[in-house]
Each structure stands twice: as structure tokens, then as C-alpha cells.
């Protein structure tokens, strides 16, 4: 399958991007940045899988942004779906084959930390699978820059740095879905210094681990988690928050492909 989109995608487009960027539920502004772009649907590519939840269009955009040649994912793909995990990640794997050098991933999550606000957005410096898919009572954090690319990762701070964002860092955990999570879970989280929560982009981090790809990770903090905020949650609030939130974040990722044209 792998084969057969990237063969599509270069059939419709001359275009060799440097940069995969996977965009979250409601993330979708960035695409409006691109010149000299084309649109190809997920439901045009034969024996392509397409997307089923909202805020996630399910669509590559190909084009360049300030010169640099970039592909995105508008829409990605989870576990809750009824997937297997190898199709999880397969946004990643397709990056890899059109010969992407750089990955952004970027989500909308749950904040885990009151004194922050819904709208900031997140550097992922770190992960835990709080799926507990395999294993029942192992508890293991991933960092470093095997996962995260350290130049990538200072490039992000500094770019959040120059547009005053306020500088959020820390670590993703990765939860099953679709249902939010119980107050209980969040406490449980809380416990173990996660600062944002949701149901996709780990598998995708490790897979650009598997295959070597540099990665940068990026979170839109849309809503306080479950047990945090005093009202219930909905996922037309995260898409909202995230629709909000767009310009901005595709102002900072506007910076930081400012940044990597010049690496």
C-alpha cells in the first residue's frame, strides 16, 4: 500500500518535499500557507485507507512554504479506529518514502497543567504509551534525541521565543480513546509529570524512531483535561480551541520551516 501512495502522490506532483508535517484535529490553517500546492484526497488513492474522524480531512497538500518544499497530512489516523498498529503510524512510513529529511507531528491534546492555558501550544520533549497495549505495569518515558531532534528542538524554542509565545515543554502521554479519560486516569498522570494527554502521534514517533527520521513534536493544548476543568468535554470544543488557535500555531510553524531552509 505504502508503494502505491507514494507512486500516486508523484504522479500528481513534481514536488520532493523536505518536510512532513502531520496536522492535529482542527490544525488545518497551515495548509493555506502553501503556494504552488496540490490537494490530493485520501479517497482518490487506490487501496488508500481515509480518515473517520472529525477535524481530520483526509488529504495530502503538497506544495512549498518560503521556498521549502513540504507535504502534509491533513488528517491522520488512530488506534480507536479499529486499525492495526502498523496502519497507525503510516503517514510516517509515506514521509519516509517520499524521502522526507524532517518530520513535525503535531496534535491537539488535554493540558494537564492548570497554571497554563488552553491555547498554548507544547514542545513534546518526551512520551509514555499509557495504552497499556502489551504491557500492564511498566511505566516507560522516552526522550532524547533519538526521538526528539535536538536542532529541531532548539529551533522550535527559539522561534516560540521570538513571537513571545509562552514556552511550554514536556511530556505526551498516549491514551487508547475514543473516550476521554476518567478523573482518576488524570490524576494517574498527573502523578507521573505528564503535561498533555491524547489518543494519537505516539506511533508515529516511533516509527520515525524505527526509521531513523528527524522528528519534532508539537502540541495544542485546546482544553483542560478530564477532572482539571469543572465542565464536561466535547470533541467539537477541541476542534474549536484548535480552529482558534490555528494562526498562530501555523505562524510558529511558518518560523520553523523559516529556520530549517537555512540548516
Known sequence: MISNVVDYLKMHTKIRPKVGIILGSGLQKLSLLLDKKKIVKYSDIPSFIDTSVDGHAGEFIIGEINGLDVICANGR???????????????IDIFNKMECEYIITTNSSGCLES?????????IDSHID???RNIIDTIDRKYGNEYYNTNLYKIAIQSMQDMNLPLRTGTYGWTLGP????????????????????????PEIERAHQLGMKLLG???????????ASTPLTHDEVVEQAN????????LIFNILKKIKEI
Open 179 to 202: 473516550t476521554y479519560e476518567t478523573p482518576a486516569e488524570i490524576k494517574f498522570m498527573k502523578n507521573l509529570d505528564i503535561q498533555a494527554v491524547g489518543m494519537s502521534t505516539v
Open 218 to 228: 508539537i502540541a495544542c493544548l485546546t482544553n483542560y483535561a478530564v477532572g482539571i
Open 244 to 251: 482558534k488557535s490555528g494562526e498562530e500555531f501555523s505562524q
Open 77 to 91: 489516523f488512530h488506534y480507536y479506529e479499529g486499525l492495526s498498529y502498523d496502519k497507525v503510524h503510516i503517514i
Open 130 to 132: 499509557m495504552t497499556f
Open 115 to 123: 497554571s497554563w492555558a488552553p491555547g498554548d501550544l507544547m514542545l
